[in-house]
């Protein structure tokens, strides 16, 4: 096939595409995020080595929470500051997590504008064409790009809890990789979209670690996220679409390892496509980082409180000008944290902070991590059962007790 014959089907494919996706707006479904994640700017050991960049072929395994027809995903190059050159990408069925492979079969080449490559400018996001691709929900797909050269900045999310693959060469549509590198971080990808109908809407949680799944197992899909789509199913709650949006270390009112909540909000909540429902918990490093760099006298820690609740209610205020319902999680029990090691003066804030999410009227639900998995003994602490070790962070058996804890009602239509 010579290069004009590889142009005009390519063209062909581009306005078959376009023109399908339009057909199924205009049959009333719309695009949702069935899988998505946060982006921040990769540091220290995040932070992927020029030369595995180069002349290379970059696999990562993600699970969707919806089923669907037609799929298309969303690149990102947020916090880059050149423009990103993805030479090629692909879209397959992984053999599973933890698993480099793919099945050949289903492999199909992402496409932008009818084209194979694609020119990411610095800081923007970009969508592939559609894709007709059917799949069940709870799929483990496989996106791979090829990359001749590195970025001069890094987009990506460090806390992935997946393992993401790295060979030599263009090998995107192939299955059996040889000379691996595996890493356990997400780079440059951002969603996975189904066109579904418009009763399917979509649930953000966003927060930090905890959101982010600090607890959960490599290769697992055990985060609380995770175990909240797994009991939408059990409990044969309508079809909804599950993004995590949690960054390790992340805060409210400052940046940390990666932008703060009120920061990144509009980018990792509003701009979800078919979002309906945002899950706020965050709070537990503005709080014991404040105790940790020794900051909490009287005036400080009453002037934190007060920051967080404008906080609170400047993104929940956010939200509803944008018709998206919002719940409230309390902030889980860290007495024992080695790390934040907090007084009863923090202790004292922490039950404040979560009295205030109860009763305030701030949210239109309330999740109640904090009722969930704290000892009832020694309601200060979480459970030791729920205890990923450190008295910070959840175990899977934690994480589903936080998923038992979201009012399902809650994640109806119209925040009732």
Same mark, same amino acid.
């Given at each position: ?41 990769? /540091? ?105 050269? /590195? ?52 649930? =953000? ?29 059990? /409990? ?38 078919? =979002? ?70 923090? /202790? ?69």
């Amino acid at each position: 096939m010579n290069h004009s014959q590889r142009g005009r089907r390519a063209v062909i494919a581009f306005a078959w595409a376009f023109a399908s996706a339009f057909a199924f707006a205009q049959d009333g479904s719309h695009w949702v995020a069935s899988w998505g994640t946060a982006q921040m700017v990769p /540091e220290g050991a995040n932070v992927l080595a020029p030369e595995l960049w180069r002349d290379s072929s970059l696999r990562q395994i993600v699970r969707v929470s919806l089923g669907g027809q037609r799929v298309r995903v969303r690149l990102s190059n947020a916090f880059g500051t050149t423009p990103l050159i993805v030479e090629a990408a692909s879209l397959a069925k992984s053999e599973g997590p933890g698993k480099a492979g793919i099945d050949e079969k289903t492999a199909q080449a992402l496409t932008f504008n009818g084209r194979a490559a694609v020119m990411i400018p610095a800081g923007a996001e970009y969508y592939s064409d559609p894709l007709a691709f059917e799949h069940a929900a709870g799929t483990d797909f496989a996106i791979s790009m090829y990359f001749k050269g /590195e970025p001069v900045r890094q987009t990506g999310h460090p806390g992935s809890r997946t393992n993401s693959f790295i060979t030599r060469g263009n090998r995107i549509k192939e299955s059996g990789w040889s000379e691996v590198v595996k890493v356990t971080r997400w780079y440059n990808i951002a969603d996975i979209e189904v066109m579904a109908p418009r009763s399917v809407g979509v649930v =953000v949680a966003i927060g930090d670690s905890i959101t982010d799944g600090h607890g959960a197992t490599t290769d697992g899909n055990d985060r609380w996220t995770d175990a909240l789509v797994a009991r939408l199913a059990r /409990e044969k709650a309508p079809a909804m679409g599950v993004v995590n949006a949690g960054i390790g270390g992340g805060r409210m009112l400052r940046d940390g390892l990666g932008p703060s909540v009120t920061a990144r909000f509009d980018r990792d909540v509003i701009s979800r496509s078919g =979002v309906t429902h945002v899950i706020i918990h965050i709070g537990v490093n503005d709080l014991g980082g404040q105790h940790r760099n020794a900051e909490d006298l009287p005036e400080a820690r009453a002037k934190l409180l007060d920051d967080l609740k404008t906080a609170y209610r400047q993104v929940a205020d956010r939200a509803r000008a944008q018709k998206v319902c919002v719940i409230g999680a309390t902030i889980t029990p860290y007495v024992g944290s080695d790390y934040y090691r907090p007084n009863a003066d923090n /202790e004292a804030d922490r039950q404040a902070l979560n009295a205030w999410i109860r009763n305030s009227g701030t949210f239109d639900a309330v999740a109640d991590f904090d009722a969930a998995i704290r000892d009832p003994a020694q309601p200060e602490r979480m459970h030791k059962d729920y205890d990923k070790g450190d008295g910070l962070h959840q175990s899977p058996a934690g994480f589903r007790a936080m998923a038992e804890a979201i009012p399902l009602a809650a994640l109806r239509p119209g925040c009732k």
